[in-house]
């Protein structure tokens, strides 16, 4: 009568290996949502700049501060 041993340890080689770790290390909600967050930003960025001075002022921001938000990439928070 023979045992078989069976590695418990042994792992998928090669491309098998590395799809899982990807799926593991890639959050696929925040993924999905990128998009739709990277649009909302640039919206809110270009109403930002068409606001009046006034009512940047009532909102506690400058010019300044709104010319460097603005002038942010999309995909940067």
């Known amino acids: ?6 590695d418990t340890n042994a792992r998928p080689s090669g491309f098998a290996l ?3 770790v990807w799926l593991r290390a890639v959050d696929m909600e925040r993924l999905l949502n990128a998009p739709r967050l990277w649009l909302e930003r640039a919206r809110a960025r270009r109403e930002l700049t068409e606001l009046d001075t006034f009512i940047l002022q009532d909102a ?3 010019p300044v501060e709104v010319e460097r938000e603005a002038a942010k990439p999309f995909w940067r928070g």
């Open 60 to 62: 506690g921001l400058s």
């Open 1 to 6: 009568m023979s045992v078989e041993c069976i």
């Open 18 to 20: 590395s799809w899982r």
